[in-house]
Each structure stands twice: as structure tokens, then as C-alpha cells.
């Protein structure tokens, strides 16, 4: 058995290895910046005093977040897809959506949750620096699909 760990084990720890993705007043600044973490796209936001990071590409179509708007809806901040108006929360990744019951006439609009469906990644400060951490979830979100090689948004140099 190889103490050092085998080489699966290494990738493995590089993929979550945090990345420095920029400094804190930049992102404050500009509310948004794009990265490339260990070869995934994300879009991380600074909104209402906190920094959120998730993948770049929406789950339903693959539009681009980054261009999307923050607004609030059921109390909860989330992303608007600039292609499809596609609603995701910037603190758990659920896609949101709203319905009344036809049956009753009277009923107000409620807004219910799809589940998680948005990869959300982890963002940590340390002395001014802005680093973000690959999700760890062994589940599956929709938004994997978009965060291959092909939809790439920003160019890669190497």
C-alpha cells in the first residue's frame, strides 16, 4: 500500500483544493466576477454582505448567470437566467418557481421549490483574498451537464 496515497487520491484532493479567485474589494466592487476552478466555470456574487459561488451556466439551458440579475423572491436572493427568467437561489442552488391551484379561484400565487438543482460551491475569505472550493456533494445537479468542456464561456489560454 503506498502511504503517500494513490494517484486517484491526489486528483481527487486537487480538484477540491481552493482556488484564489480574487481579491475582496474587487469582487465587492463589481458585485460578480467569472473564474475557472480546477476547470470548472463558476460565477461568484457578492450580495447583501455575503459571497456565493456557483456554477456559471444555468441548469435548464446553460445560459449564462453571469449575466443574470439578483432579485428577491419568497424572501430568498436569488440569480435570474438572463435567457429563460429561470430563478435559483444563491445560498442552496433550488430552482424556484410559482403556482396557484387552479381549482381555486381565490388562491394567492405560491412560490415552491425544484429541489437543488444549481451546483453551489464554497466561498472563503482570508485576509482580503477570495478563494472558492469545488462542491463536494456526491449527488447530481442539473447543472453538471453544463459545466463540460463544450459550453465553456470564458476562453481558456492553455
Known sequence: MDPAGSEQDLETKEQYASVYVGREEDIKRSERITAVVHDREVVIFYHKGEFHAMDIRCYHSGG?????????????????????????????????????????????????????????????????NIYVTLSKEPFKCDSDFYATGLFKVIPSFF
Open 64 to 128: 449564462p448567470l453571469h449575466l443574470g440579475e439578483i432579485e428577491e423572491f419568497d424572501g430568498r436572493a436569488c440569480i435570474v437566467c438572463p435567457w429563460h427568467k429561470y430563478k435559483i437561489t444563491l445560498e442552496t442552488g433550488e430552482g424556484l418557481y410559482q403556482s396557484i391551484n387552479p381549482k381555486d379561484p381565490s388562491a394567492e400565487p405560491m412560490w415552491y421549490s425544484k429541489g437543488i438543482k444549481q451546483r453551489i460551491h464554497t466561498v472563503t475569505v482570508d485576509n482580503g
